[in-house]
């Protein structure tokens, strides 16, 4: 399928998108071809989805997406549609709120996904969280509708879930903030393994601090803060002579 000539605000909107792609790939979350990024249609069609076949390092701009409708129809766009559409089909229907939704297997976010031990503040990353649910399903793959709303429900309100034994979906408000959760979420989750490998005692505080200090962290300015940062050193490692986008590999 071909495009039409995408709306200015859509277009811009598909290449924050990308470069969201392309920061995940840089901060660990790129796994092959595997890993997808959607955005809600802000005319109610359906949702923007991550084209399969290629990483997401090699996301380079609107032209990477199709447009799928709630079904899973491909409505416009060139390449083929992930078969794993029904994460985000389901997600974007059950959260008004949120309006990007991502699939990834970042590393250590996939071991830890096997673990039925609650995520921990090791560190600050971890305060990005209250809770992180696991999902657990007896399929490697979400490629059904029901499949998607179990998923779905295993979300609930929150903004990240763990797929038990396979990888991480996580979401937010803006692309700034889908991005920090996803990042944020690898980072907690590495920090953990890295304290229970080393053996020692660990203090936690409790879960009145955690609820404080989450509501210290998780706000729209560290978003901002962190994204601008974030967009810097992709701009360092990721752009050509001229400032266009080329792919980017781990």
Request: with cysteine; proline share 6%; charged share 20%.
């Amino acid at each position: 399928m071909t495009d039409p000539a995408l709306e200015p605000n859509l277009h811009a909107a598909l290449a924050e998108v990308s470069r969201a792609c392309r920061i995940l790939e840089m901060e660990g979350h790129g796994d092959m071809t595997l890993g997808h990024l959607s955005l809600r249609d802000p005319s109610g069609r359906g949702f923007w989805m991550k084209r399969n076949r290629i990483g997401l390092g090699e996301v380079l701009g609107p032209q990477d997406f199709v447009l799928l409708d709630w079904d899973g129809k491909q409505m416009s766009g060139s390449g083929g549609r992930h078969s794993e559409w029904p994460i985000h089909s389901e997600i974007l229907r059950l959260r008004p709120d949120v309006q990007v939704v991502a699939h990834t297997h970042p590393f250590h976010a996939c071991v830890f996904s096997s673990s039925l031990d609650p995520l921990q503040p090791f560190t600050v990353d971890a305060d990005y969280f209250v809770e992180v649910p696991r999902h657990e399903d007896d399929v490697a793959l979400i490629t059904t509708k029901d499949e998607g709303v179990a998923l779905a429900n295993a979300l609930g309100k929150n903004f990240a879930v763990l797929m038990g034994n396979h990888g991480v979906t996580f979401c937010g408000t803006s692309v700034m903030h889908a991005a920090c959760v996803g990042i944020f979420l690898e980072k907690a989750c590495k920090a953990q393994l890295a304290g229970l490998s080393a053996g020692f005692r660990a203090g936690m505080p409790s879960p009145a601090t955690r609820r404080k200090r989450h509501g210290q962290v998780m706000t729209p300015v560290h978003w901002e803060h962190s994204w601008n940062y974030f967009c810097r050193k992709l701009k360092a490692r990721g752009e050509d002579a001229g400032g266009s986008p080329v792919p980017l590999f781990g």
